[in-house]
């Protein structure tokens, strides 16, 4: 058996099937998918595996749609997702400039910390925002 499965040219997690599966069903095409995890939504001890970048214990996922930005944590029964639709993102910025693999997104007043657990994964998120948004 093996730990992935691919949709629509991406690896996606074997525990994301589920919200793959809903993604692709309401008509999202899945852009990526990377271990990563909200500060608003963790501990110490989780930011400390993020920033580690301990593959072996992925507490999340950002999964990155043509529509949205879906942020997941799998469980047994149902998985955990917010989303924010990319329309209404306005910015994209490293904290501490690639020394902790922290992104800010933001939307309007609001923002939100994204810890990667790989640096790479951060890089082609920002990216994909920064071109997203200059695009409007």
Not at 67 to 85: L, Y
Not at 113 to 127: E, N, T, V
Request: glycine letters at 6%.
């Amino acid at each position: 058996m093996t730990d992935t499965i691919e949709m629509s040219g991406i690896e996606v997690p074997k525990k994301l099937n589920r919200t793959a599966k809903k993604l692709a069903k309401a008509g999202e095409k899945l852009v990526q998918i990377a271990p990563a995890i909200l500060e608003s939504r963790a501990s110490q001890q989780m930011l400390a595996i993020a920033r580690m970048g301990m593959l072996d214990k992925i507490l999340g996922y950002l999964v990155t749609t043509d529509k949205n930005v879906h942020f997941v944590r799998p469980g047994i029964a149902w998985d955990s997702v917010q989303t924010m639709p990319l329309d209404i993102i306005d910015d994209v910025a490293y904290e501490k400039e690639f020394h902790n693999n922290t992104l800010k997104i933001k939307a309007g007043e609001r923002a939100e910390k994204i810890i990667f657990y790989d640096d790479m994964d951060g890089i082609k998120f920002y990216q994909y925002i920064k071109h997203i948004c200059s695009g409007r």
